[in-house]
Each structure stands twice: as C-alpha cells, then as structure tokens.
C-alpha cells in the first residue's frame, strides 16, 4: 500500500473529493458551495463518513445512488441522515408520532401525506423548553417538537414529502412494547426496522441491549445515539441499503 | 488505487488521518493529486508536501 502525490497542476479527473473538516459545516452546505464552485458534487466524500464503523467506499455511493428515503416515527431519518451526510428525503424529520399513530401512518403512507396538516394544539418541549405546533393530519397527530410556528412546519412537511423515493423506502420506529412490535413485523415493507430493548425472533427486531450505553435512558434515547453516530449497535451501510442486520457490538 | 483531492473547508482536522488511512487501505494505495482550499495551505500527507491547488485551477472534467 501507498499513498502517492502529484506534484504538478492537476489536469485529470479524481476519483473522490474528500471534504476535511466537513463535518462542522454539513454535507447539504458543502454540496451546495462545491455546485456554487463548480466542483464534482457526486464526488464529494465527508471525511468523517469513511471512519464510520461499516464504510466502503463502494457501499456509500450505492447508498447515495439509491435515494433512499427514511420514513421513522422520530428524529432517528434525520439524525442518521445528517450522520451519514446524507440528503432529508422524507417528511419525518424533526417530529415524531405516537407510536400506534405511526403504525396507522404506515398503514397508508400515501393518504396520509396527502391529508392537508390542521392545527390542534401548541404542546410543551421540555427538552428544548418551548412550545411546539401539534398538527392533525387525517386521524392522527403529528408532534412538530423542532419548530416553534405551525406555518413554517408544514411549509417544510410538503417540501420534503414531495422528495420521498417511493421504490427505496426504509421504515424504522422503536418500542418497548412487544404487541407494537408483532404489528409493525406485519407491515408490507421490504426495509423495516423496530429497535427494542427486548431479544425477540421476529425479523424486523432489532435488539438494543440497554445495559451498554449507560448514558441514554430510555430505548428512545438509545436509537438516537445510535442514529448520531454516539454509538454504533449495527453497521449503518448494511442496515440501510439492504436491511440487512450485522451487529458490530456482541448484545 | 483511487485518485483523491483533498478540500479542506475547516480546520478541524479530526477525522483527516483516519480517513486517509482507511481509503489507502481500502484501495491498495491513494493518489492524492492536491489539496485546495478557500486560502492557500500548506499540507503534508506521511511527510511529504501536497500539492496546493486554487479553485480556479481544480480540473472540473470529472
């Protein structure tokens, strides 16, 4: 192995722009400044993304390519999109759902988004002690728990739901309940993952030990640090692209 | 082996070494045509220097 230089202007075309210290700026702002500069924006590579437990190249591009869109009961499609410096195309980002919500929301995705969003009620965020808009959308509520104004919510809801990839979905929520679990295992999805703090021989199950990360307290908080990169309990790649469970921790 | 250029956009350097080993591992071997970078830098990769490329001058071939 090597590392080679080239000592002269570079004249031929690279195989991979690696973006060093991009991760304070974010993959979507470094992709629109390289457009701005003309620079091979399908080249771009975050170099924190190649450190991440699971990365090939190889398998990241695969990942870019299929435009895959993440449909999560909370913050988890954002987190894990903004850690693999990957674009938002879903609408769940920045809210969450009430479980059996979401499970009727997967029932029928598609009617659901096209429900037009009604105000209910402003409702309490004690972790960003603030209000946030709740939002009815056919028969369930949408907790908007990152924003403070109901208008600027769903202005942003019907951008990105617009951006959903319906051939490459993957469907993710968590439980601690096993009756949630057997009916989201029911879902007709070909990439469906429920994390629990539970083991079960159900396919969709996907076990988190909660023994391991002594900082998070709830399996909420758990599947979030995961989606942030704080921990890894699978390899990232794997789970998104094929749904395929490959543990990186023994649980 | 993969032809890189490197784009610094801060100077958090964290994850720079890390990154670089692990493609140069991955790909048999890295060749780093350059580094560009809103203001010029002077960059050294296993001690030897990397070129310094402004934007203006990145090769936009592809």
Known sequence: ?251 | MKKILLWFVSNDKRFFQGAITILERQHNGLYIVGVTAGVPIQLQVNGKNVNFIPFDKVDRGG
Request: proline letters at 4%.
């Open chain 1, 1 to 251: 192995m090597s590392i080679s230089f080239r000592s002269t202007r570079l004249t031929g075309g690279v195989d991979v722009l690696l973006v060093v210290g991009a991760i304070q700026i974010g993959m979507s702002n470094i992709a629109k400044i390289a457009r701005q500069l003309k620079l091979p924006d399908e080249k771009l590579l975050g170099d924190w993304i190649v450190c991440l437990p699971g990365f090939t190249l190889d398998k990241y591009r695969q990942l870019q390519r299929s435009q895959l869109s993440i449909l999560s009961m909370n913050c988890f499609g954002g987190l894990i999109s903004h850690t693999l410096g990957l674009p938002f195309r879903s609408p769940t980002v920045n809210m969450f759902f009430r479980e059996n919500e979401f499970l009727r929301f997967l029932h029928a995705p598609r009617v659901y988004l096209e429900e037009m969003p009604i105000f209910k009620e402003f409702a309490w965020e004690r972790n960003l002690k603030r209000d946030y808009p709740v939002v009815i959308l056919g028969n369930i509520d949408v907790h908007f728990n990152h924003y403070t104004d109901f208008d600027e919510a769903v202005k942003i809801w019907n951008r990105r739901k617009a951006r959903i990839n319906w051939y490459n979905l993957f469907v993710t929520m968590y439980t601690d309940s096993e009756e949630i679990l057997r009916k989201f295992d029911t879902l007709p999805f070909g990439k469906k993952v429920c994390f629990v703090p539970f083991k079960s021989d159900l396919d969709s199950a996907w076990y988190i030990n909660p023994e391991i990360d002594k900082d998070a307290t709830t399996i909420g908080s758990h599947v979030n640090r995961f989606a942030s990169g704080v921990i890894f309990y699978y390899d990232v790649f794997d789970m998104l692209l094929y749904g395929k469970k490959t543990p990186l921790i023994e649980m």
